[in-house]
């Protein structure tokens, strides 16, 4: 029973766990990887992360999900930026700039106060809107991150190094996100 | 009567332009306004020993920040290292009542108390606001004396995009500390 118990909870987890989304935005249009060769011995990439929750009242000042979901695009972005270069003989590269871009979405409810305070509704603030008192429902915000790498690519011998190893990077990555 | 209604008219007129001018002063950030762009953008600067950090904050959203380069006097330039850009988009929906509720009273042969509780079926949304934050990083060396005329002669060349693509750019002054 305990065991089953355990299975269950286990499946709940893995079903909630956030997912990298690391597929080509071709294929899924809105997250995923693009890229392109925009010079010799340099690439572009693109990584969009999945839009996820961020709790409550999104303030960009301490909004730790933008920063765990930009975090998560450049490490994707690396990513693929890495596996392109290993593919292509490369060895090492450097991260020569990076764009980041993230949207955060807050979305408030207000309804009518029908009893007025402090008869207990599940609103966290009451405040006028339109002239009128309102419940305030307890806002619900999104995110989503988008990074753009561009990064040089490097052979790993004689001068031609960058401080990133590729096959280092590949795997360590990887095994972060479980893919 | 036309003259006293007009007069009245000018007079409303009058105030709704200063409730309106006053709406949006207090929207307005408390910064370095960018020149030659609308009011909504203003800048800041930071430094740390080995960067410099110029962060903008648009509260119309108005702009979006395409590149940015510092630019020296003898046409040296150092191009952004890392460019964060946070658009933050807020908007609320009018749910009408929660629920209704009644208590009633009646009185006669036979007297009651009835209670009632009515639900919306109808919704309306109104209301949305935009605000855009952007980040470019520099990196400088840490001895400044290195960038010859520092800060004084070294300004940020900011290229930006308004709501209707038109592009411009905008160039700021490095302040003398921050």
């Known amino acids: ?52 929750g961020a709790g409550g009242d999104y303030t960009p000042a301490d909004g730790p999900s933008a920063a765990a ?40 409810n207000y309804y009518s106060d029908p009893i007025g305070f402090p008869f207990g509704f599940p609103y966290d603030n ?10 305030d429902s307890r806002p619900s915000s999104t995110v989503q991150a988008t990074v753009v790498l561009e990064v040089a690519l490097h052979s790993g ?18 095994t972060l996100y479980g893919l | 009567m036309v003259r006293t209604l007009t007069g009245l008219g000018r007079r409303s007129l009058l105030a709704a332009g200063i409730a309106v001018v006053a709406g949006c002063s207090a929207n307005e950030p408390a910064g ?49 290292r890392e460019i964060s850009r946070e658009i933050t988009q807020r908007g609320g929906g009018y749910g009408g009542p929660l629920a209704g ?17 009515s ?22 060396p840490p001895d400044r004396r290195d960038l010859p005329g520092w800060p004084a002669a070294w300004v940020v060349d900011v290229a930006l995009t308004d709501d209707n693509g038109v592009a411009s750019t905008a160039t700021i002054q490095v302040p003398s500390s921050g």
């Open chain 1, 157 to 174: 011998q004689g001068n031609d190094r960058g401080p990133v190893d590729v096959a280092a990077a590949v795997s360590e990555i990887r």
């Open chain 2, 119 to 140: 639900f919306p079926i109808f919704r309306s949304s109104s209301g949305s606001g935009e605000e855009r934050r952007t980040e470019a990083v520099f990196n400088v």
């Open chain 1, 69 to 108: 979901n930009a975090q998560q695009a450049f490490d994707l972005a690396l990513l693929r930026a890495a596996e392109l270069a290993q593919a292509d003989g490369w060895r090492e590269m450097t991260v020569l700039n990076r764009e980041t871009d993230v949207e955060a979405r807050v979305r408030y």
């Open chain 1, 126 to 135: 009451r405040r006028s809107f339109g002239g009128r008192r309102v419940l």
């Open chain 1, 1 to 52: 029973m305990v065991r089953w118990a355990v299975c269950a909870a286990l499946l709940v987890l893995v079903a909630c766990a956030p997912r990298p989304g690391y597929v080509p935005i071709s294929e899924h249009g809105f997250f995923g990887y693009s890229s392109e060769v925009v010079g010799p011995a340099r690439l572009r990439v693109t990584f969009t992360a999945p839009r996820r």
């Open chain 2, 32 to 80: 370095n306004p960018v020149p030659g762009a609308a009011p909504s953008l203003t800048w800041q600067i930071n430094q740390t020993p080995e960067t410099l950090v110029l962060a903008l904050n648009d509260v119309r959203a108005v702009y979006r920040v395409e590149t940015a380069t510092l630019r020296g006097p003898g046409g040296q330039s150092i191009a952004a």
């Open chain 2, 101 to 117: 509720a009644g208590v009633g009273i009646g009185g006669g042969s036979r007297s009651g108390v009835g209670v009632g509780l």
